[in-house]
C-alpha cells in the first residue's frame, strides 16, 4: 500500500484517535443529552404552573428620560445586543468551521435588542414581555445548539437547536398565563449549558469557551438581582438592570473570539 493513500493515512491516525476519545464515547454522551431534554419537558408539562397575572412586574430602579427616550439607561443599553449580534454575524460571513447554532445566536441577540428596548421603553405593560422573550429564545437555542454541537457532536447540536427554538418559542407566548414552561427552558437549559461546558469537547470541535458564556450569564443575573443597591451605590450613575444589558450581550464575546480569522481556520473566499 502506497505511502500517501489516504486509507492508510486514515488507519495510522485511528488508534490515536480512540486513545483520545473511545470509540461510543459520543453515543453515549447523546444518551446523557436526550436524558436531560426528557427531564426538562417533563418538567416544563408537569410541574405546577405558574400564573403570569401573579408574577410581580420588577420596578426598574432607573427610569430617567434622555433626548425623549423613556427608561433611557434600560433601553439603550440593548443597543450592546446589537452590536454584538452584527458583530458575530460578520464573523461567521465566509466561515465553513462555524459550530451549529452560531447564526441563530447572533441573529437572537439582534432580535433580543429590539425585544428589550421594546419592553423597557414601557416595562408596566406586561404584553411587551412576549417581545422581549422571544428574542431571548432565539438566542438561548443558538447558544445550545453550538454547546452541543461542540460537546456531544453536530447531530445532537442541530437536534438541540430545533427542539430548543421551538420549545423556546412556545414557552415565551405561554408565559402570558403560564410561567413555567418559560422557567423550565430558561433555567433548566441553563443547567444543561453547564452540563455541557463541563464536558470536554469533541476532537474537532472548534473549542469554545462555554464557560465564559455561563460566567457573563450568571453575572448579568446578579446585576439584575442588585438593580436598586447599584443604582445607589454607584450614585445614580447607572442600575444594576442596565449592567445586565450590558453583561448578558458580553456573553457573546467569548464565541466571537473563538470566531477570529486564524491561520488554522478555513474561511470560504
Not at 423613556?70 to 452584527?86: C, E, I, Q, R, T
Not at 473549542?207 to 446578579?222: D, M, N, Q, S, T
Request: net charge positive; glycine share 10%; with cysteine.
Amino acid at each position: 500500500m502506497r505511502a500517501d493513500d489516504p486509507a492508510e493515512a486514515n488507519a495510522a491516525t485511528l488508534p490515536s484517535i480512540t486513545r483520545r476519545l473511545p470509540v461510543g464515547t459520543l453515543a453515549a454522551r447523546e444518551k446523557y443529552l436526550i436524558g436531560g431534554l426528557v427531564v426538562l419537558a417533563l418538567a416544563a408539562l408537569l410541574a405546577p404552573p405558574l400564573p403570569a397575572a401573579a408574577w410581580h412586574i420588577p420596578h426598574f430602579v432607573d427610569g430617567r428620560a434622555w433626548l425623549g427616550v423613556p427608561n433611557a439607561g434600560d433601553v439603550l443599553s440593548n443597543l450592546a445586543f446589537l452590536a454584538m449580534g452584527v458583530w458575530g454575524s460578520e464573523r461567521l460571513r465566509g466561515r465553513v468551521d462555524a459550530p451549529v447554532g452560531a447564526s441563530w445566536f447572533f441573529v437572537g441577540l439582534i432580535l433580543t435588542c429590539l425585544g428589550s428596548g421594546f419592553y423597557h421603553l414601557d416595562p408596566d405593560v406586561p404584553q411587551r414581555l412576549i417581545a422581549d422573550r422571544l428574542g431571548m429564545a432565539v438566542a438561548f437555542a443558538g447558544f445550545l445548539g453550538i454547546a452541543a454541537s461542540e460537546r456531544i457532536s453536530l447531530r445532537a447540536g442541530e437536534a438541540v437547536l430545533v427542539l430548543m427554538m421551538i420549545a423556546g418559542l412556545l414557552a415565551a407566548w405561554v408565559a402570558r398565563d403560564n410561567l413555567t414552561p418559560w422557567v423550565a427552558v430558561q433555567f433548566g437549559g441553563m443547567a444543561l449549558a453547564m452540563g455541557l461546558a463541563l464536558t470536554p469537547p469533541r476532537l474537532d470541535a472548534l473549542g469554545l469557551p462555554l464557560r465564559g458564556v455561563i460566567v457573563f450569564y450568571v453575572l448579568a443575573k446578579l446585576f439584575e438581582l442588585g438593580d436598586a443597591m447599584i443604582f445607589e451605590a454607584t450614585g445614580h450613575i447607572v442600575s444594576g438592570h442596565t449592567l445586565k444589558h450590558l453583561s448578558a450581550a458580553l456573553a457573546a464575546w467569548p464565541v466571537i473570539r473563538s470566531l477570529a480569522p486564524s491561520g488554522s481556520a478555513p474561511f470560504r473566499r
